[in-house]
């Protein structure tokens, strides 16, 4: 069964500066999707970054980026110039891809992000 | 279109009683998910449709939740004798079949309160 772990519960990062969440999965498959999704209290998840795990290069949108390491099966989310609106629930997600019909998806349990003015 | 809509968005309830959640998806995505979320966690997975079949129950979906989705478009989860572990935030999220993102949308979500 494919699982995904973020050994980090909380995290804090001072404004302006650059924090990185971490998380690892298990999967005997080849053709998935990795997602970080942002939740903010009380508010609906929106998608931040996506990775497809054929394409070897790294994704990054504007200030976040990730560090995708197919063979150790991590995927950690870095966020540069952190921003007060960054302060959320951050959830790594794994969804297989099955020749282009997807499962459902697997959460995290989520680490959340505190940003110090 | 606006996204993911659900409805109510917090829902206080005493225990046995019986409620019902509904979800409205992005008009053109063929699959409707629903996940339960408990504080702190993460979402689980509870079942998910493609257009009006429900393809896949979660272990965590007891004999008393039952879900629709009777016209392929909108859907219901109803959760009947409610106990005081069924509180917990419920949401709904809409894909397409075949997605070139794998993106999956989610709606606010339903929060239950069993008292």
Avoid at chain 1, 6 to 24: K, N, Y
Avoid at chain 2, 6 to 27: A, E, L
Avoid at chain 2, 33 to 43: A, D, E, K, M, V
Avoid at chain 2, 74 to 89: H, K, P, V
Wanted: aromatic content about 12%; hydrophobic content about 30%; proline content about 3%.
């Amino acid at each position: 069964a494919q699982t995904v772990t973020q050994s980090q519960p909380e995290m804090s990062v001072q404004e302006a500066e650059t924090v990185t969440l971490s998380c690892t999965y298990d999967t005997s498959e080849s053709d998935y999707y990795l997602f970080w999704y942002k939740q903010p209290p009380s508010r609906q998840m929106i998608l931040v970054i996506r990775q497809e795990a054929y394409k070897q290069q790294n994704a990054t949108e504007n200030r976040f980026s990730v560090n995708f390491q197919k063979a150790a099966k991590s995927f950690s989310l870095k966020i540069s110039d952190s921003q007060l609106g960054d302060a959320a629930m951050y959830f790594c997600a794994y969804r297989i891809n099955y020749g282009g019909s997807q499962g459902n998806l697997i959460f995290g349990k989520g680490t959340k992000l505190s940003v110090k003015p | 279109d606006t996204g993911v809509s659900q409805d109510p968005r917090h829902k206080i309830t005493k225990r046995g009683q019986n409620v019902t959640f509904r979800c409205d998806p992005i008009s053109e995505h063929n699959r409707l998910y629903w996940y339960r979320q408990t504080l702190g966690q993460g979402p689980e997975f509870l079942t998910y449709f493609q257009n009006e079949a429900q393809l896949e129950k979660s272990r965590l979906l007891s004999d008393r939740f039952s879900a629709e989705r009777p016209k392929g478009s909108f859907s219901t989860l109803e959760i009947q004798r409610t106990e005081q572990g069924d509180s917990a935030m419920y949401l709904c999220a809409s894909s397409l079949l075949h997605s070139n993102t794998g993106e999956l949308f989610f709606g606010e979500g339903s929060r239950l309160t069993v008292l």
